[in-house]
């Protein structure tokens, strides 16, 4: 274990408890609700697996890693100090920078002191008696705290293919989320890339840059936009800064909490010619403006989905020559928008190089890994380094991987057998004191943006209670039936939640996902927060408070 390094004039826990509350995952979220709790004047320890803070940042080191988000609408808004120091030198930025400000922003708050790295949490298990979490690491130690906040993020465990012979390969392989902190050789190599989601196209396009061959191993293919990103000079720099707090009001405005917004219009509300105008315009404009800021009815109307599909469809088949390789590329089986959609930079060209092959794994499934590379039912490639962008368990994965027992021994994973049941996405009925931060059913979207809110809701409710000795919280029954319901209604006629994605709580390459469940919160932002507000104002009557 650790040791930690005792500050001087740290808080003293509450009687009987080592902390008062505990934090698992020093990301984003945990950082931020680190420093708020901090603030109440609470003993907090953080615990983390990874050796550095950052989360999704710390891991994805690959090459390609980069934000979706605009660089600026994605960090943190809460210290003003903060925004005017930190200056990001791209419009979205690469992964090496963002982890660097998560670092600045540690230094800059103190944060380390409370964080203890090389933790993983297998176990958090309620005790009644004391109403506290006693929460179990790897290596045996145990920390005990009156409140557990989880901050395991939303895409953080990491998932394999279910190929046989993953374990015989000889030669390199690496997983996109615990890439090595070095950096890696492709320049020619033989290299296989599986899986084309949001990282792989990410991966894909940065490796074949140096690569000797790449073949890319592709189940389903995604609809992808390009990114435009850009580097900020001087002159744009003082122009971002100086809208800040525009934006972020933006933000907070905004269905997903991005900067862009659905266009007013339907899709068949203009003349043929202005769509077509506008949609190009889109598909030339930064970010995520085509997904984000499209017509709208894009997600909730087949045909108007149909027509955008068939305009990005277009964009691939102009920028792919080999039209059998361009359908390839096309995916059949959802619209454009109906799950993430990637964002690229020359993803599209890759296929263009003649060093470069496309592999469609449901025409030849992949058999199995072998010492010397993959055998599909129809060949046997040879690869000096295997790439699975394979993705996570997403949003229930990181809850699953840790044996979380709530009062009386109830099990997180039997409690949400079936579906995830939650109040705000952040208490579960019979976990009292644990409070979930980008847990299922929560806003997510800009993640950071509702990653705040959620932060200072827990923070205030922990000082709300605080302030008249309560030292028991628990969503009411009626509560979690009531949002459960919410949630459900509020993913009625969305197109995305008629489709297999880690959205809906489907990966293929975990046991028992196989089924559509109500994983996410698909309504608004603006609408999730007002409901929390409400019930923060309304003096937590949701809660069962003691
Ligand atoms: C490659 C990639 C790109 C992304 N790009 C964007 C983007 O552009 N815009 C956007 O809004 N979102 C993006 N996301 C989503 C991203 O995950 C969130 O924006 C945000 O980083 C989540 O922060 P978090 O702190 O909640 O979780 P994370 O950053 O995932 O941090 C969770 C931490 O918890 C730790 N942890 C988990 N389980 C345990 C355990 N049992 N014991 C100890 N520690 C544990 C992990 O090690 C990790 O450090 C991206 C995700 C990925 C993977």
């Known amino acids: 274990m650790v040791v ?33 709790l901090r603030e109440l004047g609470l003993r907090v320890r953080v615990l983390e697996a990874g ?7 710390y891991w994805n080191r690959y090459p390609g890693a980069r934000f979706d988000s605009e660089s600026y609408s994605y960090q943190y808004s809460f210290s003003q100090e903060l925004l005017e120091e930190w200056n990001w030198s791209e419009h979205f930025a690469g992964q090496p920078e963002t982890l660097r400000y998560l670092n600045y922003v540690a230094d800059k708050f103190d944060l380390r002191r409370d964080i203890q790295f090389r933790s993983r949490v297998t176990a958090a298990h309620y005790q009644e008696k004391d109403r506290a979490w006693d929460v179990t690491l790897e290596d045996g130690s145990k920390h005990r705290a009156r409140f557990l906040v989880t901050a395991v993020g939303p895409l ?70 390009p990114l435009h990103n850009g580097p900020i000079d001087a002159a744009s720099q003082a122009r971002i800064k100086a809208t800040y707090p525009e934006m972020f009001r933006r933000c907070q405005e905004t269905y997903a909490c991005f900067i862009h917004t659905p266009d007013p219009r339907g899709t068949f509300e203009v003349t043929p010619q202005e769509r077509e105008a506008f949609l190009e315009r889109l598909y030339a404009t930064p970010g995520f403006g085509m997904w984000q800021g499209n017509f709208r009815d894009m997600l909730t109307n087949r045909e108007a989905n149909a ?39 020359r993803y599209y060209e890759v296929y263009n190089q003649p060093n470069v092959e496309l592999v469609d794994i449901k025409e030849t499934p992949i058999e199995r890994i072998t010492r010397t590379g993959i055998k599909t039912s129809e060949r046997e490639y040879a690869f000096d380094i295997i790439v699975y962008a ?5 949003i229930t994965g990181s809850f699953d991987r840790i044996d979380i027992r709530g009062a009386g021994g109830i099990k997180l994973k039997n409690r949400w057998s079936g579906g995830p049941k939650t109040f705000l996405g952040i208490q579960v009925e019979g976990f009292p004191n644990m409070f979930m931060l980008v847990g299922p059913h929560t806003a997510l979207g800009n993640i950071p943006r509702s990653i705040e809110y959620n932060v200072e809701w827990v923070a205030r409710l922990i000082g709300y209670m605080r302030e008249r000795n309560l030292t028991r919280a628990d969503a009411r029954p009626e509560a979690v039936a009531d949002w459960t ?40 932002a603006p609408a999730y927060r007002a409901r929390a507000d409400e019930v923060a104002g309304g003096g937590y009557r949701e809660l069962a408070l003691a």
Not at 495 to 524: F, P
């Open 390 to 394: 394979t993705g996570f368990d997403a």
């Open 307 to 345: 027509v955008i599909s068939a305009f990005v469809a277009s964009k691939i088949r102009e920028r792919v020559k080999d039209p059998k390789v361009a359908d390839k590329l096309i995916p059949k089986d959802h619209g454009f928008g109906t799950r993430r959609v990637p964002m690229e930079t």
């Open 156 to 225: 953080s465990a990491p998932t394999m293919p279910r190929i046989e012979g993953v374990e015989s390969f000889a030669g390199q392989r690496f997983h996109t989320a615990t890439w090595p902190h070095e950096p890696v050789n492709f320049a020619g190599k033989r290299v296989a890339v599986i899986g084309t989601g949001a990282t792989g196209v990410q991966a894909i396009a940065e490796i074949a840059k140096t690569v000797g061959h790449l073949t890319v191993f592709q189940r389903t293919p995604n609809w992808c936009k």
């Open 51 to 57: 050796t550095g803070v950052g989360g999704t940042w």
């Open 485 to 524: 319901d919410y949630v459900k209604e509020a993913g009625r006629g969305l197109l995305s939640n008629e489709v297999d994605s880690w959205m809906t709580g489907i990966n293929s390459n975990v046991e028992g996902k196989q089924t559509r469940i109500l994983a996410r919160y698909s309504g608004s």
């Open 4 to 36: 930690s390094t005792e500050p001087q004039g740290c808080p003293q826990a509450s009687p009987g408890l080592d902390y008062d509350a505990i934090i698992i995952g020093a990301g984003i979220s945990g950082m931020y609700q680190l420093y708020r």
